[in-house]
């Protein structure tokens, strides 16, 4: 498909394209969405002014359009993310101030070449998952108003969705960074805790928040993601976890995706034949489907609200909740309030809790990869909210309170549609620093939902959806195998235990020897570069992540090490190779093109 030059941009291709034009400026292009932004809809706080936009504009004025991955590209954020000079309410009037610098994560965003058109409505103090506990007004549903839109980032996953900017930031502890996008038809990358720089965002709890990105697909969303990340060196780390290979999955075998065993999802709206649909999806991919018991989860998610967590929230608010606790949301202010029957032996208590659970959970992974859930397991009215703010809030948790706690990666996707036209989504979670692996992995789903966009439902073109950019991965190598390692030999657990990725089966270049080195146990068989009569040997390629090179390496006996290999294709890969001095009198076997090869013709009679 191909997209009109005359139709909005939407995606960040779209504005790559508009952009690439003879005489294209951001001024001119960035008009008619200024215009676009009315000052009746509830899912803005606050427009930038006329003075605020003609400053940024002024900074790309003669910038190198290819040094700045954004350039002149529209976004907004949640408005507990400062923008120096405006206000940051966080959805409450008397709580506002002034910022006096910009959020880690806007500085990243106007360095790379972005333009902040205005900043979103919340769910108060970031406190919600329905975007309805605002005093600027309810967010409704960009479907249908009579439903919630989800929140606490509900103004920006609905800017998103509706087409007004390509991307927009919102911040996530209990799934404020997926809900959104679950209800919108959007994409809500939620990186894992303590991947994002946080200075300069108000936190709802300090030790769990994480901001999250929304977007139209996953290729937008992964490129802005890996132009903010990067925690400060200043900044406290409440979560560790390093980051994961870009891929999920063994070195062989199927992908495992795990799926709730007994699923909780609304069938009056639809929602359960929409799952029923997503693991038909699975099972199209040929994964290996994996039923998981969730009740170690939901025992975890219970603690966010239940436990000490809910303690945390006052951290940012205790002042005004002292002085002023009429001005909060009443709702809001209940949930707050609650966690003052907390006390420092129920926080100890809570901790020990969590890490219990952790431990419980841990083999969960040893045998899935990832683990595919609904968004949410129900889309509730706006009035089902208004006589029941609590109870329908706290069902909208069910998949993702327990995220963050644990210091999981998640990636909210489209999947479908229900019959009276709601979206439906679905996330996949994965260990911690896995946010690579999974935006490949959503690359892949979109594709194979194939879904329109947003709100606007434009079917994407090729370019909307190809990745051009991913969020941190762990460096790796790869390395070629000839012998006791390829798949099915003694030695080849040694990559699996390693997490190494199959890459591919090839031959090397035609100039190689292949031996059998006599009297080593398990048989390996040597390869030597040769000047002349070399044959080309067949070989498996492994991705190996490299912090686990070092643990390998003094796996390798003598007369065997690690150098370069030459591929058939001309790449140079590191690979086995053997020392001449114990060739010697060995078996030279290349005329059977590999070790398999010559291993079955010793079977044969």
């Not at 610098?101 to 409505?121: E, F, I, S």
Request: glycine content about 10%; charged content about 20%; aromatic content about 6%.
């Amino acid at each position: 498909m191909t997209v009109s030059l005359d139709e909005p941009p939407l995606t960040l291709a779209d504005w790559r394209r508009r952009y690439a034009q003879a005489g294209s400026t951001p001024r001119e292009l960035l008009s008619p969405v200024l215009a676009s932004l009315r000052d009746d809809d509830p899912a803005w706080i606050l427009r930038c002014d006329a003075a605020f936009i003609e400053a940024q504009l002024a900074r790309l004025e003669g910038a190198d359009r290819e040094a700045l991955p954004l350039f002149g590209v529209p976004f907004a954020v949640k408005d507990n993310i400062d923008v120096a000079g405006l206000p940051t309410t966080a959805a409450c009037p008397a709580f506002a101030y002034r910022a006096a610098r910009h959020a880690t994560v806007v500085q990243r965003l106007m360095d790379a070449g972005a333009v902040l058109v205005g900043k979103t409505n919340l769910d108060q103090f970031a406190t919600g998952l329905v975007g309805t506990r605002s005093p600027y007004g309810e967010v409704p549903n960009s479907f249908d108003p009579a439903y919630v839109s989800g929140g606490s980032s509900s103004g920006s996953a609905s800017v998103v969705a509706r087409g007004l900017v390509p991307f927009a930031l919102g911040t996530d502890t209990a799934g404020s960074g997926r809900v959104p996008a679950g209800f919108n038809n959007i994409v809500g990358l939620k990186p894992t805790p303590g991947a994002m720089p946080m200075t300069g965002v108000l936190p709802a709890c300090r030790t769990l928040d994480v901001v999250s990105v929304f977007a139209l697909t996953v290729a937008d969303a992964a490129l802005v993601t890996a132009l903010i990340e990067g925690r400060q060196p200043c900044e406290p780390a409440f979560h560790r976890a390093e980051p994961r290979p870009a891929w999920l999955g063994r070195s062989q075998g199927p992908l495992r995706i795990g799926v709730p065993a007994l699923p909780t999802v609304d069938q009056g709206i639809g929602y359960a034949e929409c799952f029923d649909a997503a693991l038909a999806q699975l099972r199209a991919w040929e994964v290996e489907v994996v039923p998981v018991e969730m009740a170690p989860l939901h025992v975890v998610a219970q603690l966010l609200y239940e436990g000490p967590w809910v303690a945390e929230r006052q951290a940012a608010v205790r002042s005004l909740l002292d002085t002023a606790p009429q001005s909060m949301d009443p709702t809001v202010r209940q949930v707050i309030e609650a966690g003052r029957g907390q006390d420092a032996v129920t926080a100890f208590e809570g901790r020990y809790a969590l890490e219990t659970l952790r431990q419980q959970i841990a083999p969960m992974w040893d045998t899935i990869d990832a683990l595919m859930v609904p968004t949410a397991p129900t889309c509730p009215t706006r009035a089902a909210v208004a006589e029941a703010p609590i109870a329908r809030n706290s069902e909208l948790g069910r998949y993702t309170n327990f995220v963050n706690l644990l210091g999981l990666a998640a990636l909210a996707l489209p999947s479908g549609f229900t019959p009276a036209g709601l979206p439906f989504g679905i996330t996949f979670i994965a260990p911690g620093g896995s946010d690579a692996a999974l935006a490949r992995l959503g690359a892949r789903w979109e594709a194979a939902r194939g879904l329109p966009l947003g709100r606007m439902q434009r079917q994407p073109t090729g370019d909307d959806r190809a990745i051009t950019r991913l969020p941190r991965a762990a460096s790796t190598l790869q390395l070629a195998v000839v012998g006791a390692h390829l798949q099915g030999m003694p030695l080849h657990g040694q990559l699996v235990e390693r997490g190494c990725r199959f890459v591919e089966r090839t031959r090397t270049a035609p100039s190689y020897r292949l031996y059998a080195l006599p009297e080593t146990k398990p048989p390996k068989p040597g390869l030597a570069r040769v000047a002349d009569a070399g044959q080309a040997i067949e070989v498996e390629v492994y991705e190996m992540p490299s912090d686990q090179l070092g643990s390998f390496l003094a796996l390798i006996p003598p007369p065997l090490g690690l150098g370069s290999v030459q591929l058939a294709d001309g790449r140079w890969v590191h690979g086995f190779i053997c020392e001449p001095l114990a060739l010697a009198g060995a078996e030279d076997i290349s005329a059977h093109g590999g070790w398999r090869a010559w291993l079955a013709s010793r079977r044969t009679p």
